[in-house]
């Protein structure tokens, strides 16, 4: 028969099992945070953050079809690029660059990730050039 005594310590070596591993490699001790955001029981957003708890990445379901369609990336928990695949074929066909949190390029892609379409933005984030790639 186990006592308290023993069920004690095993129960808090199980405990210690699910800590994580200061020896661990640093993107071994990245962490997930999954939100179902619209309570509808699916995940729509998963938090990727960094080794000091930032923001890395964010992906996110934004059309409730189960897969992501939308990845925006992180520095510093700052946003620097918004990649898209806007016609859900499974491929990146949009990236927009930002600079200070705002956003400075948008890119249309082809199937093959090629640009055909670039957009630069001004400071306060309206169109200056539009080039086409035809």
């Known amino acids: 028969m186990i006592d308290t005594h023993q069920t004690f310590v095993c ?58 369609d939308k990845v925006q990336f992180y520095r510093e928990g700052k946003l620097i690029r918004i990649e898209s695949d806007r016609n859900l074929d499974g491929k990146v066909d949009a990236r927009d660059l930002f600079e200070d949190e705002k956003r400075v390029r948008h890119q249309r892609l082809t199937a093959h990730e090629r640009v055909e379409q670039l957009l630069v933005f001004d400071h306060q984030e309206r169109p200056l050039i539009m080039q086409r790639d035809t």
């Open 11 to 68: 129960l808090f070596c199980a405990a210690l099992l699910l800590l994580p591993n200061p020896t661990a490699p640093l993107a071994a001790r990245t962490r997930t945070m999954e939100r179902d955001i619209d309570m509808d029981g699916t995940i729509d957003q998963v938090a990727h953050m960094d080794k000091d708890g930032k923001l890395a990445r964010l992906d996110i379901d934004s059309n409730k079809d189960g897969l992501f």
